[in-house]
Each structure stands twice: as structure tokens, then as C-alpha cells.
């Protein structure tokens, strides 16, 4: 069992009556332009048919500031813009490393560099996911890249123009009549098993 697990028993000890089975996933996610709350919500459901209690979270939103650290793991989804990730969930993740540290922790970082079909570009793409851990102070048991979208139907002109042009840059679709989704389903869901598997989390039906 992982050791976070074990301390978020000993800290219910006592207190509560209510086993830890029965604690929530908090899937915390900061999103732009809704790609990532796409990956929240799929992560969510995922784990709901593996029987687990899920809190989904919008670090921009209001409830951000509500939230109690009484989780059976958490789960952080964020994009890059510019390099860098959301700062509401970059705010969120510090503000409550204290007890997130303790818990079992994943963190999904989507992108367009984690599409490329270049190695260079998906490294670079895994050192932002990194980086942003390392400045949170945070060390999750995984660290995923997930291929994102480009969504040109909602962007506004000048987005849409700056985006058609590093996406032809980099080979992607530069077709702005439709929005190009490049996320891996079955690869986020493999990887969510990982993340499950390695904090003991995964029901017996799933357990590798
Ligand atoms: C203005 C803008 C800037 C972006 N900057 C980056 C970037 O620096 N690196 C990258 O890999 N992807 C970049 N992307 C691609 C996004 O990460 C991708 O579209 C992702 O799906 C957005 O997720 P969201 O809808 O949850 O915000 C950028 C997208 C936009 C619209």
C-alpha cells in the first residue's frame, strides 16, 4: 500500500467512523479552452466505473479555496500556454502542498508539444510537466504528457492566426475550419491503471 494511504488512515483514526475506501479522487484540473476538463471529466469516469468516489475541481473556480485535504489521492490536470500551465491551478497545487504531498499523486499536463510526432518536442513537453511539479514542490508517482487539440473554431482572430502558424510549423493540421482533437483515450486510460496500480488504488478486477 502507498505510504500516503497510510497516512490519510492513521489521520482518520479516530476522528471518523468513515473508511478510506470511501474518500474521494480529486481530479483538479485548470483549463483554457477546455480540453483539459474534457481530460478531467473522462479521467472521472474512468474511475468512477472502477468504483472509486470522484471530486472534479476547477482551480478557477470559487470552491477552489473550499476544498478539505480528506482525499484518497488526487489527480492534477493542466495545459500549456506560452510554456507555462494554469496559474489557478498553479496557486491551487501550492497552497495546499502541505497535505498534498502526502497523498498519492498524478499530474497530466496536455499540449499540443505532446502530439508531435518528434521526440524533441515531447521531451521538451515532459520537462515543462516537470518543472511545474518541481516548483509546486511536488513529487507525483506519475508524470504524463497528453496530446491536447487545437480548438480553431473557438479561438479568437488573432489566436486562431498565431495557432495556424506554429501548427504548420510543427505539422499539424493547419485547417481552421475545424477544431482537431489529438488526444490518446486509450493511452490516458493505461496510464490512469498505472497511476492506480502503483498507489494500490486499483480494484482487484483491474489490479495488474
Ligand atoms: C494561445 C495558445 C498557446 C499555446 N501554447 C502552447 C505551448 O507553449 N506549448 C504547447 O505544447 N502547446 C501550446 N498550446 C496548445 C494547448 O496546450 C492545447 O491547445 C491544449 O489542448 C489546451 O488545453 P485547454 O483547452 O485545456 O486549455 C497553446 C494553445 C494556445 C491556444
Known amino acids: 500500500m502507498y505510504r ?15 473508511k478510506t475506501d470511501m474518500l474521494p479522487v480529486l ?3 485548470g483549463t483554457t479552452e477546455g480540453q483539459t476538463r474534457k481530460v478531467a ?8 466505473i472502477r468504483g472509486h468516489q470522484v471530486d472534479l475541481l476547477d482551480t478557477a473556480s470559487a470552491a477552489a479555496d473550499q ?3 480528506f482525499q484518497l489521492a488526487v489527480i492534477a490536470c493542466g495545459s500549456l500556454h506560452l510554456d507555462r500551465h494554469q496559474s489557478s491551478l498553479a496557486h491551487f497545487l501550492k497552497s495546499n502542498q502541505a497535505w ?9 499536463s496536455v499540449s499540443l508539444s505532446a502530439a508531435m510526432s518528434d521526440a524533441d518536442s515531447r521531451k521538451e513537453a515532459q520537462q515543462a510537466a516537470d518543472h511545474f511539479m518541481l516548483q509546486c514542490d511536488l513529487q507525483p508517482l506519475l508524470t504524463r504528457c497528453v496530446a491536447g487539440a487545437l480548438k480553431y473554431t473557438q479561438y479568437d482572430y488573432f489566436k486562431r492566426m498565431m495557432m495556424r502558424l506554429i501548427a504548420s510549423h510543427q505539422g ?13 483515450w486509450p493511452q490516458l486510460e493505461a496510464d490512469l491503471d498505472q497511476f492506480l496500480n502503483t498507489a494500490g488504488l486499483a480494484p482487484k478486477a483491474h489490479a495488474a
Do not use: M, N
Not at 471529466?41 to 468512477?48: C, G, K, N, P, T
Not at 475550419?177 to 490518446?184: A, I, K, L, Q, S
Open 27 to 29: 481530479i483538479a484540473y
Open 100 to 108: 498534498l504531498q502526502t497523498l498519492p499523486l498524478a499530474f497530466f
Open 4 to 18: 500516503g494511504k497510510q497516512k490519510v488512515e492513521s489521520l482518520y483514526h479516530g476522528l471518523t467512523e468513515r
Open 172 to 184: 499539424q493540421s493547419s485547417d481552421i475550419g475545424h477544431d482537431h482533437e489529438y488526444t490518446d
Open 41 to 48: 471529466e473522462f479521467i472521472a469516469e474512468r474511475l468512477r
Open 67 to 69: 476544498v478539505q485535504p
